[in-house]
Structures are given as C-alpha cells and as structure tokens.
C-alpha cells in the first residue's frame, strides 16, 4: 500500500485472492476521519462486505473507468517500478521462482525501494527521508 511519499507500508503476496483478504488488510490500516479508496476493478472492491465496511469508517470509493487507471495511480506507478526493476524479464523470471522465492525477491525489492532509491520528484531523497522529514517536522508535506 503506497503512501503520499512513495513509501510501501504494507503489502501480502497471497496464494489465493478473496474478500476477505482485502478486509483483514483494510481492518489493519489506520485511516484518517475522511478518506478515498482508490481501488481497481476486481470483485473484491465491488463485494458488500467490502463496500460495507470502508462506508462503516466513513471512507469513500472512487473508481476510475476501466483501462484509466489514473485515480489508482500509486499502486500503478509501484507496479511498474517493480516489473522494470526488480527483474529484467519479470514475468520470465517470476515463472522459474518459488512461491517463497517469490515473496522473498518481492521483500528484498521493497526493503531497496523504500531505503535506496531515490526519487526524483523527491530531489533524490528515498521514501524513507522523506518520512523521517515530515515526522521531524509535521508543519511541511512535500
């Protein structure tokens, strides 16, 4: 789950996708009063008991058409950074790997994503400066 500076603050490889799966992830999130929920077309994001729940902590759905992914933007953007990134062929790659393998490159890319990479939006800094700025100083956001 990106956040305003880039930072992945959480994130799951499951072997199966369900409801309830998205919920247990969306239960441990701590969200402000108000908030948007800018999730992608897959039934997990239309089931009642998603749909319940984010209006039941006064959050909001905003779905981009389908093929514009533009509200979802973050998540795009974190994709496409991991797919050009973490592997030079990834989807080559991720065929020849373990399940365990798999979630262990995944943490790896994440730990360098999050620590390492600069950000030019960012001038050069990682996600983590970032975060370490705005938690020394709460009156600025970049």
Same mark, same amino acid.
């Given at each position: 789950?990106?956040? &305003?500076? /880039? %930072?992945?603050?959480?994130? !799951?490889?499951? /072997? ?7 919920? /247990? #992830?969306?239960?441990l ?13 897959? +039934? ?8 319940? +729940? ?8 905003? $779905? ?6 533009? !509200?979802?933007?973050?998540v %795009? ?11 030079s062929?990834?989807? @080559? /790659? ?13 943490? &790896?890319?994440? !730990?360098? #994503?999050? !620590?390492?990479?600069? =950000?030019?939006?960012?001038?050069? &800094?990682?996600? @983590? @400066? =970032?975060?370490?700025? #705005? $938690? ?7």
């Open positions: 789950m990106p956040t &305003k500076n /880039k %930072e992945i603050v959480s994130w !799951n490889l499951p /072997k199966y996708n369900d409801t309830n799966l998205v919920l /247990k #992830y969306f239960k999130t701590k969200f402000p009063k108000k908030f948007i929920v800018h999730p992608d077309h897959r +039934y997990q994001y239309f089931s009642k008991e998603f749909l319940d +729940y984010i209006d039941s902590i006064n959050g909001t759905i905003s $779905m981009s058409r389908v093929g514009n992914s533009l !509200n979802n933007r973050e %795009e953007y974190f994709f496409s950074i991991l797919k050009t990134e973490i592997f062929n990834f989807f @080559q /790659k991720v065929k020849s790997l373990t399940f365990d393998e798999l979630q262990a490159e995944i943490d &790896k890319f994440i !730990n360098w #994503y999050n !620590n390492e990479r600069f =950000i030019k939006k960012f001038d050069l &800094k990682t996600p @983590q @400066q =970032i975060r370490d700025v #705005y $938690m020394n100083n709460k009156s600025i956001w970049v």
